[in-house]
């Protein structure tokens, strides 16, 4: 996986409800857990941030996604994030796509905007993107 050229604030929790921002057909979601490494003290919840992937259950959506486990890209989060040109970045509600075992997009459109940090790290999703900030 790429790194990242900003320092991400992890906002995101196991737990923590995202709305689903593509047309896969999944409406809510929460998070279960981090995928790949996840570094930090014995027994601390795992954070996740902006580009980060993460496994979901679907708790609303289509009878084809609920209750279901899926792998997740958070494209937008609530806790501000600084860039290196000082400029601070938040957004209005934590959201997150589907995506495959191979990281790519579930859904053919992304409703809203899409953090620059999710393209730096998952370059076949800015096909999708209604917006990139």
Request: glycine content about 12%.
């Amino acid at each position: 996986m790429k790194g990242l050229s900003t320092k991400i604030s992890k906002g995101l929790i196991p737990g923590s409800v995202l709305v689903c921002a593509d047309n896969s057909g999944a409406r809510t979601l929460m998070i279960i857990g981090k995928l790949g490494r996840s570094t930090g003290r014995k027994g601390r919840y795992p954070k996740t941030g902006v580009g980060d992937l993460v496994m979901a259950s679907v708790k609303s959506g289509t009878p084809q996604y609920r209750k279901k486990k899926v792998r997740v890209v958070i494209i937008r989060q609530r806790q501000p994030m600084r860039r290196p040109s000082g400029m601070r970045v938040r957004f209005e509600d934590n959201a997150g796509i589907l995506v495959t075992d191979s990281n790519l997009a579930v859904g053919t459109e992304v409703k809203g905007a899409m953090a620059r940090e999710v393209i730096e790290r998952y370059i076949k999703l800015a096909g999708i993107a209604e917006r990139v900030v």
